[in-house]
Every structure is written in C-alpha cells, then in structure tokens.
C-alpha cells in the first residue's frame, strides 16, 4: 500500500532518508522545490515528491518532474517561460539512488543537466517499471544498460523539444529484453544510426505505445507485410525523413488494433493508400504534412470511430472535401484540413450532419464561398457544440451575420485573410467561451461598442488588425475580459490614448500602430510588468518616454513614425530582442541606451534609432551586442569616428549610417562584421581609400552605399569579388581612374533570378521586417523596400573616372539603373548595351563620349529615362518609341540630330551597294572618290569652321594648336 506525503503512517528507513539527501545535495534547485527535504523532519516520506510504503516506510516513488514542463508555442507567456526555466533541476543525479532499493518509480522529466549522460548506474535499479528522463537537458549515446530493467513497463527519453543536445541510439538490441515494456517514446533521440529499431520493437510482446517522432529515420528496414505488433495500440513515426519517394509500408494497414496513428512531417508520396482504410479501429489519424497528390478518398465511412482527422499542410492534396465524410456522424470531432493551397471547392452540405464536431480547421483551402451560406450548413447540429473554427485565407466573402451568436461553446474562431465586408454583428458580444478571435485582414467597417465585448470574459487573443473599424467604447469603460494579446493595427481608436488598456493586467502582446493616436502615453502604463510585444508606430504620440524599471519582461519595443521627443528612454535590460524608435524627434546622446547597465551579452536583434535628432559621438560599447543583425543610426547628428567596438558585431546583417556628420576612415575592426549584407555609410564625410578587405570579407554584400562622402582613390578590383552584390552607390566622391573589366562579376547585377540576392531576412515579429534603402533614381531619391530585392543598381557620379566605359558592363543583364555620369570617360557608348533588357535608366551625361549612339539602344523597351546629354555625340538619334518621347534635355550639348530635337538630320548620299556579281561599277568608284573630297571639305568648315569662334570649345585643352593637314584634323575630329 503507497502514501501520499499528507498520508504517511510509517516512518522512512535511515540509509534511504540519507540517499535522499545526498541526492539534494548535488542537484541545483534554483526555485526551492525540495525545501521540505530537510534533516530536521526526520520521516522522508513526508517530503514533497517522495512515496513510500505504507507499512514498511520503503521509498517506491521519487515525482522529480518539473511541474511546468509543457511544450513552448507562440502563445506561452513570458512568465511561463520564466517559471518553467526557474523550475529545473540542474546539477547531476547521485548514484545514492541505488540505496532505494524497492524504487519502482522515477520521473525526472523537464529537468535540465546541463548536456551530461544519461547515468549508467539506472540500469542497476531493476525494481523499476516506470523510468521517466524526458526533456531533462541529457546528451550523448542512451546507455545499453537500461535494457537491464527486465521488469520495466514505461520508458520515455523524449528528447525532441531540447535544441542542441543529442541523445542518440547506436543499435536497439538492448531492448530485446524488455518483455514487458509497454510503453516507448524516444522522440527526438537520433536514430539515424540504427537498422534494427523496426526488428526489436515488432518482436516486444506487451508494446501497445511506440513514439520515435522527429528521430531522423531516413527508412523502414525490411519487414514482413504482416507485422507482429499484437498488442500495439499507439504509433507515432511523425517528423522523420523516409526519402523523397518514400510510400507508406504496407505492413502499416495490418495494424488493426491501432487506435492512434501518426505519420505526419514525412516525406509520404503519391496517393493516399487504399490500405489505410482496413484500420477500422483509428480514433486518431494524421497524415498531415506529407506530399500526398491525390484527392480525398471516399472510404472514411468505414473508420466508423475515427474522432480526429488530419490530412492539413499536404502541398499537392487536391480536390475538393469529400461527402463521404457525412458517414462519420456519430464518432468525427476534429477535423483538419489547414494548408491545401490546392484543394478547392466549397463546404459540402453533407457536413452539417457532423454534429458531434468540435474543430474544423480548413485554412488556405480555397472555398470562395459566402460566410453566410457556411455558416448555415453548419447551423443544423454543429454550431452550438463547435469549440474551434479555422478558416483563415479561403477566399470567404460577404458579410456576418447575428447567425454567429449560436457559437456559445466557441473558444477559437479564426477568420483573417479573408474579403469579409460589411460590420462585425452585436452578437459576437454573446460568445462567453471565447478565447481567442482573429479577423484581420478583411475589409469590415463600421463601429465596435461595448455591446460587441459584453460577455467576453475569457477573452485571451483579440486581433481585427487592417479593417476600417472604429472602437467606440466609453472613456471610462471597463472591460470584461483581461487580454494577453491585442491587436488593433489600423483601427480608429484615437485621438486619446485608449485609457480602458490601463485595466489590462496580463497584457503582453499589444499593437495600435496606426490608429489615429494624438496624445501622450499615461506614466502608468510603463508600470505594466507582463508587457513583452508593443507596437505604438505610425501615429502622432508626443511627449517624452520616462524610464522605467517595472516592464522588466519587454523584449520588443516599436514606437516609430510619432513625435516623440526628449532623450532616449533609459532601456537596461538585456531581454531585448528589438527596438524601433525611429522617425521620431528623440535628441541627445545614445551612450546611456547603450552602454548603461549593460555588463554582459544582451538579445538585442535589431536597433532602429534613425530619422531623429540625435547627436554626438557614436559610443564604443557595442562588445555586448553580439546577436544585433540591424543596426540603423542614420538620419541624425552624429559626429566624430565610428568606434573600433562596432567590429564586434559578429551577427551584423544590415547596418545604416547615412545622413550624419561622420568623419574618418572605414574602421579596420568592421571586416570582422564578414555577414554585413548592407551598409550604407552615404551623406558624411568619411575619406580614405576604400580598403581590399571589403571586397575580401564581405561575400554576402547585397547593398553597398558609399554616396556623398570623400573616399578617393581606385576602383578597388577586390569589388569585383562582391558577386552578391545589387546595388553599388558610389556617387559624390573623389575616385579616379577607369572602372576595371572585372566588374562583370557582379553576377547578381547579371543574373534574373530574383532570389539570387533576395531580401535580408530579419527575425519574424518584428515590425522591420525587409530591408529599406534609399536610391537616387532619374534625380529623385525614392525609398526602396518590398521591391528592392528586384532592384539592380549601380550609380558612380560625380568622380574622375576617367578611360573608356569598360564594354564588359553591358554584361550586366539585370541591372534597372545605370548611372556614369559627370565622369571623363571617353571613347564610344558600347555597341553590346542592347545586351541589358531589363534598363530602365541611363545616365551618361556630363562625359568625353563621342561617336555614334548605338542603334540597338532603340531595342531597350524597358527603358525610361535616358540621359546622353553634354558629350561630344554625332549623327542621328535612332528611332523608337521610347527615345522620341524623352525630353529634348537628354541630348542637348552634342551634335545630333533628329527627333526629339529640333534638329532635322541632312539627307545623306548612300553609298552603293555591291552588285550580284561583286563588281564594283567603275563609274560609282568614280563619283564615290569625288562625292568623299567634297564631303570632306563641306565638313571641314561646318563642323571646324564652328569651333574657331565657339568659347566653350575652343578652351577644351585637347584642342590641337595648329591644324597643318587634313589628316591632323580628321584624326582630332575622330
């Protein structure tokens, strides 16, 4: 007979009160969960977790899980999180343990020992029948001891929530043993090494529960097609990689006595098999995630006690949903057909006779099916016992009806991504089991009042985010419900801070960006200590932000696009994961944001301080930011050097100084920064030349930004090495010399496929989200976001290059902008520039460029904005309809002629062509001699003659000083 701690009756026995303690001793229990076990309370069997016999005080039963232990997802507070990590036992587990001598018991579950084996000493405790070690922080090889425990019955090493640590099999024959093993779950121990696990397992006589999710199986060693899993009543395979044209094996459909089976996350083919329908015992069947490409099969009626179904997130699932499903009416619960991006068709009727359903998640499946006509198929039976409606992204319209207040037991109703129109009825406000409700991204308008909240008391996710409502509730209202997370982007709530969120008290996700704010945010409000996810941007918030000490548990702060003003709050915590002030009008120094407090690595991903009035030198503690990835200071009043501690930013993805009063030369410490995928250093006023080792270190450089400062020197050839590389900015500066010929290794410049440089991935959730840049394009400055992965840039005005265009530029396929202009390249506009299909613009004004403009310019249908104007260009502008509607501008200043211009072009004399014969026509050869002495002089004196009394011409210094022959003058004139 066992005893409860509060129902001892015999006193534990002295060595096994003494194994206790020991074991205490060497574990780490930083929330005192074993204060009880103490010296002074003699009887162990009173101490929390221990059960002993009820007659002879032996200890059977040691409970050591952590009583927080639960999966993580995206809904899991902080606090959670907190309690859950403070709740570990560390440490290591004592071999004392081996003086419980009758231990029958232990669970050591959700603990965490800090990457050490599994002990080998367990496999000595051969009373046990319950052995517990899942998600406790072990790592290495699962000791061959264990199958010592002959009278084991339930065995868990589940691993598979524990990143970094590997547990791993290397072979499964010390588990033939284990006859009466009934239950098996070594999810995510790796299994990759094994090719007995299917053999051992199908020869345990007693197995009824086998779980090896996520265990890095790659395939089903040989089996008969008949199994001998008589007892087996649970598989879970799920998460594992059985090849890319891996079937289901056909042993699989002679598990008839299987009630729950999982072969979700694989890589399963083809059709859905015939087989599975002889599993007519099925309560639990998910075959979700696989790349099944068939159609639905129409056997459901036989798993007549199926309750959940899932066949969701199947990317080539087709069809639409079955009528068979009708023949489940008195077992389905659940069913699940989230992501099938090509399934189609509308809800069948045949649903609504599914009455005891309480989940259907139909997400991405493509209905295009009126809310209405949905909502009354299911009205018959189902709405008033439906618990979770999923139908997110499905083409849904119309508008809702007071139809929704049927829905008393609803506690998830997801409808966002939708074109969903009209307003949001009164009756939602009847919903007293709801907990979490989505209908963002919709076009509902109109107004929410109290009444829409009224019976909400259980409300937990609240988000109808991208609408045109209007809260209008009460200033002094109170509501009923206390919200973990709220999302209002772009609903109207202002002009006053809304004063009801005061009353929050569990409020730790908030966004009201873009919602019509024009006031202050209460002091009060910075007193909220559950507060992690806030999203105040793109309103007119003014005042200053206090610092505060209690919102202890904010990890990512968005305040941008305000006017915010006053120093910079005072942010010590190193919880931060991102911080967004930008567009605001904050000034002064940045050292006490930094640097105060901070005395070991923080989370911080991203910081965006741009667009204010902040001044100063940039300080030199960046040593403890070693996760940032973004980091925007541009747009302010810095001044000074950029410090040598920025080269720590080993993490740095995208970094942004443009726009201050920076000086100095590019810091050697920054090559350190080798993932920097953009940096924009342009508007300061560094110098120097630019260093090798950019080209050298920075291979994953997409954006390089260097516009309007005093760098000088050569084209370092080492850019060429930068074949990432899709915008280079080189404008306003002092470089000379001529571009090299290797710039045609700027194969992203070169190539059209747009995911060769994509977008720089930030982390999710956060409110900067792409990259944005500024270009100069066609004289404006535009800014650059969700498109610029399809931006291919290259801009080096206003230098001294000097040289012919290097031919190898027209290389450049993909570029959209191409600026050379105010440079002294001189020689021809390259004849291959045809090559570039996608320009839209060229700039190569303000140059020494002579000769012809190439004809197959006029083959460039993309093109837009072209300037050729201010060089020394001849002959006639080619025709197309894309050079004859530019301005008269983007010639003027060189001797063309034709439309767009005012200038008609003189009548040229051809010259013959050959005959048939290939004789040439002596009279021709006559005329054409006499025709060239004459074109030669006319041309001597209209296009020299000019030049005698032209002031701009004649003080061009390359202008030949005397002109003794014809030959001089033609060579100059060439």
Known sequence: MLTSPM?????CIKSEREALLKLKQDLK???????????????CCTWSGVVCDNFTGNVLELHLGNPFNHPFTYRTSKAEYVANK?????????????????LNYLDLSGNCFEGTGIPTFLGSMRKLRYLNLSESGFMGMVPHQLGNLSNLQYLDINNIYYDGLELYVENFSWLSGLYLLQHLDLSGVNLSRTSDWLRVTNALPSLAVLRLSGCQLQHFPPLPATANFSSLDTLDVSGNQFGENSLIPSWVFGLNHVVYLDLSYNYFQGSIPEGLQNLTSLIHFDLSSNHFNSSLPNWFHKLSHLEYLSFGSNDNLQGSISDALENLTTSIKVLDFFMNEKMEGKIPRSLGKLCY?????????QMSQDISEILNILSSCILDGLESLDMMNCKIFGHLTN???QLKNL?????????????IPSSLGELSSLKYFSLSNNTLSGYLSEIHFANLSKLLEFDISDNSLTLNVSPNWIPPFQVQELNLRSCHLGPRFPSWLLSQNFLRDLDISSSGIVDTIPGEFWDSSEISVLNFSNNRIHGEIPNSSKATLLVRLDLSSNNLSGPLPLLSSNEFQGIDLSNNAFSGSISHLLCHGIKESTELQILDLGDNFLSGEIPDCWINFQLLRVLNLGNNEFTGNLPPSMGTLSSLQSLHLQFNNLSGAIPKSLKNCARLQALNMGNNQFSGNISTWIGEKFSRMVILNLRSNKFGGLFPRELCLLSS???????YNNFSGALPTCISNFSAMASMNYSFGSNIRYPTNFSISIERTLLVMKGNIAEYSSILNLVRFLDVSKNNFSGEIPVQVTELAALRSLNLSHNHFNGRIPESIDAMRLIEVIDLSSNQLFGKIPRGISRLTFLNHLNLSYNNLTGEIPLSTQLQSLDASSFIGNDLCGPPLPQNCTQNVSIP???????ENENEVEWFYVSMALGFVVGFWFVLGPLLVNRRWSSLPSLPSTLASAKEARTWVA
């Open 411 to 423: 506690d998830t109703f997801l409808l966002s991504d939708n074109s969903i129109s009209g307003r």
């Open 725 to 731: 590389l899709q915008v280079l900015d080189l404008a």
């Open 913 to 919: 062509a050959e005959d048939q014969n290939g004789v």
């Open 7 to 11: 129902e001892a009756h015999a006193r």
């Open 357 to 365: 359903l309480r989940s259907i998640s139909l997400s991405d499946v």
């Open 29 to 43: 229990d930083p929330a005192n969960r074993l204060a009880s076990w103490n010296i002074s309370d003699g009887n």
């Open 403 to 405: 139809q929704i207040g």
């Open 86 to 102: 403070r709740s570990k036992f560390g440490g290591k587990i004592n071999p004392s343990l081996l003086d419980l001598k009758h």
